[in-house]
């Protein structure tokens, strides 16, 4: 048999005591949740650094110079995964890092379903260094973000964010800066900006570029002299609000410290967007209204002028009137989803037509379709058709194998 001492058995008593109480308070602190009620309107904003002077090596000045395409990204919970480190890409992935085509990347994820609250897509930034913007929805229930642009020109490399939550313990955070360098899809094998199509296969998994990975001289971004590479770009987060679902949006003005009136959607979003926006601002006018017009669908074409005059139970009368109030809140959150931007969509372009002389110089063109038109003031359609030249400086006797392409 073991035998403790009576000094030891009163230090186990006290470690035990120690680690229930730590426990406990543990368990009582505040949810590292944000609540379900609320839906956060966020700026994301992509800053790049692209230069000769930082990434001197391989620079790429001209066909094509260096730019980046949109930004494409989406508010989503756990059980969605855009993009991530080790991961294989998936197709929608190689089509937007190869071609710059996003029709497929969140492909069987759209906007309110698997996992997704809200998709979003913010304007290319036609030069190395340059800034776009966009906005976003999350709410209690997808509270990360994770985005991607693809670096043109590149075999298959671009630069994003994997599943940031931006809700942490218990409350949206204010604002958050992101620094980001190259990555490598590992669908193309290209060591250099501008180098050939060489298909991956199998394809490799999703890796971070360094100075020294890949290992090879040859690589745009091998620099070995250097620690770690500057960043390529940032990401900014910005709170720009936070909308309360629950009924004491609408009842009880005095207790609404964040409501819509304190701020509202940026100036350059769609007019639809801010007038739907503007109806959700809470002031007391409109916190009587809303009492009003539930009390008439609570109570017929008749409702009584003082509700406190009804015979009907207080608290039943006061919870029904919250549900019909919470039910129509939800409703005009809805329709603001539903009038953000979308842009125009086309189809992939049509092969080149023949050359249109047979002796001489001429040219050849290519088409593509409007697929969808763009809408509450989204990004405007592209050119559809679009024309080179073709044909033979040489006699119009010796044809063959002349043809040539700008």
């Not at 991956?200 to 001289?217: E, G, V, W």
């Amino acid at each position: 048999m073991c035998f403790i001492s009576l000094k030891q058995f009163q230090g186990l008593i006290y470690y035990i005591t120690l680690l229930v109480v730590t426990v406990l308070a543990g368990t009582s602190s505040s949810s590292t949740w944000c609540s379900r009620d609320e839906l956060a309107l966020y700026r994301v904003t992509m800053q790049t650094f692209w230069s000769v002077k930082s990434f001197p090596k391989q620079y790429p000045h001209w066909r094509p110079h260096a730019q980046w395409s949109k930004v494409i990204g989406c508010a989503h919970n756990d059980y969605f995964s855009l993009w991530t480190l080790g991961g294989v890409a998936s197709d929608g992935l190689k089509m937007f890092v190869e071609t710059g085509t996003s029709d497929d990347l969140i492909d069987g994820h759209s906007q309110g379903k698997e996992g997704v609250l809200d998709v979003f897509s913010a304007p290319a930034i036609s030069t190395g260094v340059g800034e776009t913007e966009v906005n976003v929805f999350l709410d209690g229930n997808h509270t990360k973000v994770s985005l991607i642009s693809r670096i043109i020109p590149s075999p298959d490399w671009f630069v994003g964010i994997d599943s940031l939550d931006l809700c942490s313990g218990g409350n949206w955070i204010d604002t958050l800066r992101v620094e980001v360098g190259p990555v490598d899809a590992g669908t193309d094998a290209g060591f250099t900006f501008t180098a050939p199509d060489w298909e991956s296969k199998p394809r490799l998994k999703i890796s971070q570029i360094t100075t020294h990975h890949p290992s090879h001289p040859a690589n745009s971004f091998y620099y070995p002299t250097l620690r770690k590479l500057p960043p390529l770009a940032a990401f900014h987060f910005t709170k720009v609000s936070v909308y309360n679902l629950n009924e004491t949006m609408f009842v009880g003005g005095a207790n609404n410290s964040q409501s819509a009136t304190e701020e509202t959607v940026d100036q350059r979003d769609n007019q639809d967007q801010q007038e739907t926006l503007n109806e959700t601002d809470v002031s007391q006018d409109n916190n009587q209204n809303s009492i009003e017009e539930s009390s008439e669908i609570l109570y017929g074409n008749s409702p009584p002028h003082d509700l406190s005059d009804d015979p009907t139970p207080s608290k039943f009368r006061i919870d029904r009137l919250n549900k019909l109030i919470k039910k129509r809140n939800r409703i005009r959150f809805e329709k603001l989803r539903r009038h953000r931007p979308r842009p125009c969509k086309v189809s992939q372009w049509s092969d080149w037509s023949n050359c249109s002389r047979t002796c001489g110089f001429g040219y050849m063109t290519r088409v593509r379709k409007i697929i969808r038109k763009p809408k509450h003031g989204g990004k405007p359609c592209p050119k559809l058709v679009a024309t080179r030249w073709c044909g033979s400086a040489r006699n119009c006797r010796s044809l063959e194998n002349n043809y040539f392409r700008w």
